[in-house]
């Protein structure tokens, strides 16, 4: 009798408080027979706070399809091994691709065990549309390269986001002006879950000044969100008249408050209808 192949648990870990692992994941790390992580001694703090003495086996960008055939191989045999990163999902801007494939491949049951992603904690609390967006990874080293990866992105994405390190965000700011304009609004998350999680909002010039008034914030891990590119209506109706349009929807009916904007700024009502009801949208 042919014995039945054991898992891979893909399982995502706390991206900083600790106490976001949930029962789920905690069960599956303690009872699988090895963990592959992507750095050993960092996830062996986090095994070592949850009381978990299970094996570890390094796996990284590095090693990742060579050491992937020993793992199907022990899953074949039965083993049931769990993958994590450093931290959050893995496979997320984090090794594991090729050995979840490969796992697939060999007839291997990859199981996911859900939790944080950096992204997603971001997205849901930064104010911009949630309904489209488009996940870039980490942006290039080179400013040029930068650059390109940004304008390849089409307008109909949604919102943007990406990860960044300390040491570059300040030039990536300097990009996002250069492809998207002065006037793009972003959003840039840092510290996500931890003490001095916080969110700036505003322009790159905004953000970079709030960056540089003092150098203790341009530290840690950062997630930046970009703004959907302005609609064809927003960008034909000025920002003053948007405004008066954004106060008088506050205290009047939406035709009243398009009808009163169009007769103070002297432009079309429908238009500004239309403006008020894609807002609502």
């Known amino acids: 009798m042919t014995k039945q192949s054991g898992s891979l ?161 300040l030039d990536t700011l300097q990009d996002v002006v250069a492809v998207f304009g002065a006037e793009r609004q972003l959003v840039l998350a840092k510290e996500l879950t931890k003490t001095f999680e916080h969110f700036a909002c505003g322009t790159a010039a905004e953000i970079t000044q709030w960056l540089t008034e003092d150098p203790q914030r341009c530290q840690g891990e950062m997630v930046l969100m970009i703004a959907p590119a302005p609609s064809k209506a927003d960008a034909e109706i000025s920002e003053e008249v948007q405004r008066t349009l954004k106060i008088l929807l506050a205290e009047l009916p939406l035709k009243q408050a398009a009808a009163l904007t169009a007769q103070i700024h002297n432009e079309k009502k429908n238009a500004l209808y239309q403006l008020a009801l894609s807002w609502q949208s």
């Open 9 to 169: 648990y893909v399982v995502a870990t706390p991206i900083g408080n600790l106490a976001d692992i949930s029962q789920r994941a905690i069960n599956t790390l303690t009872q699988v027979s090895c963990i592959a992580a992507e750095d050993t001694r960092h996830s062996g703090k986090l095994l070592q706070h949850l009381g978990i003495s299970n094996r570890l086996l390094a796996l990284h960008d590095h090693n990742e399809k060579q050491r992937a055939a020993s793992i199907i191989e022990k899953c074949l045999a039965g083993e049931d091994i769990a993958l994590i990163s450093d931290a959050g999902t893995p496979l997320i801007s984090d090794p594991g691709y090729s050995l979840v494939r490969l796992c697939r491949e060999a007839g291997v049951p990859v199981v996911p065990v859900p939790g944080p992603c950096a992204l997603i904690t971001a997205l849901c609390a930064a104010g911009l549309p949630t309904d489209k967006f488009q996940f870039i990874g980490f942006l290039a080293p080179k400013s040029s390269q930068r650059q390109t990866q940004l304008a390849a992105v089409p307008d109909s994405a949604g919102t943007i986001i990406s990860y960044d390190t300390a040491r570059r965000i």
